[in-house]
């Protein structure tokens, strides 16, 4: 890690001292935000994440809601970009992929046991039938099969089973279907451009995605991506990036790709700074675990109890706080946590940082048009001017046959007049 990494969160309500977490000082780069809706989780990561890029650490944010892009550097939808899940690192077995990937969509659309292992087993046939060996490791490039045959084994299973298997593949249709209709998963190869996104502030956008249950596996799928590409950079004593991820109770359960990042990241110089509005979510291990805590109010009397254990505190002095941004914090090497009142980001900013913010939100207000006229245009194509016809078929009443009569065309209108016609009916223009 770098030496003199300092950032600035507040100050002390007693003492009135500036309070700093400093990473390097702690046990592990890692930091845990939590508080009820409203009490300034957001607006206290959107701080810290300003006071790291001041010092050339970057961050990658995973952002739900769109709510950080004031102070990422660039703003990456991942609807722009591609992933196959199904893709097998190189060293790895793709059993070991057929187990992870039914995991992470087992835990995100709490599938039960037969479903989890109807799901391996469609993932399974997937690598047999384009004739990969699921037991060798893999050393050399492979082309993964698509993600989306997932769904063509999951019939082809179903048409082979019987009436009860039928019952639980029908099921488990019903829950993952929308995944298959998400254009993330429609290319072979995984296009995330990793070595552009660490090297500046970056807010991942999931917000367009339909359901919150396809926002959260998707979040799992990047991740699980992240991990490999900071395997593959290598360890580092440096710290090459943060990674921020709001409501990340979502996300964490043992064995996820996130439950990975916490216990493996620090050896390849990334940190993790996690929020939610239900800590209790949290295993206390994580928290435990955390080189930092920062309490801001916990309206719920079961969180309120479950974060004034780790950190020592009379759970209602973590219940009664009112002011927004007004908390606890506690750090892994100091046992006392202190009262603080988190600096808003608004006191923090220059004139010439603010004056860059605004420009990169017009910038990026202007982009977001550009694309919907774009996709606008292609729905509804320009129609083509259609001329009249130089030749007109008149039906006779009577006779009902067709007769065709030749007209003299307007040079300055193009309507068809009557052959022995000297001016046009329709413009007065002399023919």
Not at 354 to 369: C, N, P, Y
Request: with cysteine; charged share 35%.
């Amino acid at each position: 890690m770098q030496e003199g990494i300092k950032v600035l969160l507040g100050k002390s309500v007693r003492e009135g001292k500036k309070i700093y977490w400093e990473p390097k000082r702690e046990k592990n780069p890692h930091l845990v935000v939590v508080g009820t809706s409203g009490s300034g989780k957001t607006e206290t990561l959107r701080s810290i994440i300003l006071e790291l890029k001041r010092q050339n650490v970057p961050s990658i944010i995973i952002d739900f809601h769109a709510e950080f892009r004031d102070v990422a550097d660039q703003v990456i939808n991942l609807r722009d970009l591609t992933i196959n899940p199904l893709e097998i690192e190189l060293g790895r077995r793709p059993q070991d992929v057929v187990y992870e990937v039914a995991n992470i969509m087992k835990k995100i659309f709490s599938l039960g046991d037969q479903q989890e292992a109807l799901l391996r087993q469609a993932i399974r046939r997937c690598y047999e039938d384009n004739r990969i060996n699921i037991l060798n490791p893999v050393y050399s490039n492979m082309k993964a099969p698509p993600f989306m045959d997932i769904k063509d084994k999951i019939n082809e299973i179903y048409d082979e089973s019987d009436s009860i298997s039928r019952n639980t593949l029908f099921s488990l249709t019903n829950r993952i279907e929308a995944l298959f209709e998400v254009d993330i998963f429609f290319k072979e190869n995984t296009i995330i451009p990793f070595d552009t996104i660490i090297r500046k502030t970056t807010s991942i956008e999931l917000k367009d995605f339909p359901t919150e249950d396809i926002k959260s596996v998707i979040a799992e799928f990047f991740l699980n991506k992240l991990i490999y590409y900071l395997y593959k950079a290598g360890k580092s004593d440096s710290m090459r990036l943060h990674c921020v991820i709001d409501e990340a109770h979502r996300l964490t359960y043992e064995g996820s790709p996130l439950d990975r990042l916490l216990r493996e990241s620090r050896k390849y110089g990334t940190g993790i700074i996690l929020s939610s509005q239900r800590p209790s979510d949290f295993s206390e291990t994580i928290l435990a675990n955390s080189g930092g805590i920062i309490s801001l109010q916990c309206s719920l009397e079961k969180d309120a109890k479950f974060v004034a254990r780790q950190m020592n505190l009379d759970f209602i002095d973590v219940k009664n706080l009112t002011d927004v941004g007004s908390g606890f914090v506690k750090f892994s090497s100091d046992n006392v946590s202190r009262k603080i009142k988190i600096q808003h980001i608004n006191e923090r900013l220059t004139e010439e940082e603010k004056s860059e913010i605004e420009r990169k939100l017009r910038q990026f207000e202007r982009l977001v048009i550009k694309v919907e006229e774009k996709k606008k245009r292609k729905v509804k194509p320009k129609k083509r001017r259609k001329l009249r016809p130089a030749k007109k078929i008149l039906k006779s009443k009577k006779s009902k046959k067709e007769k065709t009569k030749r007209l003299t065309i307007c040079r300055n209108c193009l309507y068809g007049n009557e052959k022995d016609a000297l001016y046009c009916t329709e413009c007065g223009a002399r023919l």
